[in-house]
């Protein structure tokens, strides 16, 4: 295999991973949620080129610090909000022509500090025919008040 081949096949097994990516749709980046509140939480995933096996997602929140502000998804999840199963499907019908995604009901604890805190989910699936794990991480900042 040459390195023109080589590079080629790399660059499509990168693009077909990233493409299996998830993302938060609802609530926005800096959107307003309140202590006790329920909210839902969108999580779309665009279709993929290859075959893909959802397994699960973890929604958690995390407050940010004054002091070292936001931190990473990948530094723990201090509230978990929802913990299971992940099917994302085309609404029917579909007017708007929106990608998959499930929507999840969950509620902000009550004793959640005001200020800005990270929406994370942690995106757990099985990719190609070898069904090779994956994991991927995605958030939004949201302002408690």
């Not at 609530?27 to 995933?45: A, C, E, K, L, N």
């Not at 893909?52 to 610090?65: F, H, I, N, Q, Y």
């Not at 959640?112 to 805190?117: E, P």
Request: hydrophobic letters at 40%; glycine letters at 6%; aromatic letters at 8%.
């Amino acid at each position: 295999m040459n390195f023109a081949t080589t590079l080629f096949s790399v660059f499509f097994f990168i693009a077909s991973v990233l493409s299996q990516g998830v993302r938060l749709s609802s609530p926005t980046d800096g959107q307003t949620v309140s202590p006790g509140q329920q909210i839902v939480v969108s999580v779309t995933r665009p279709p993929t080129l290859s075959s893909s096996e959802e397994v699960a997602v973890v929604l958690g929140l995390t407050t940010c610090s004054t002091s070292t502000g936001c931190p990473a998804p990948t530094d723990g999840l201090a509230h978990v909000l929802y913990n299971g199963p992940y099917s994302p499907a085309y609404p029917d019908p579909n007017p708007a022509h929106l990608q998959p995604h499930q929507n999840f009901t969950v509620a902000i604890p009550a004793d959640m500090q005001q200020g800005k805190a990270v929406l994370s989910v942690s995106h757990f699936a099985l990719l190609g025919a070898a069904l090779i794990p994956w994991t991927q991480f995605a958030n939004v900042t949201v302002d408690v008040q």
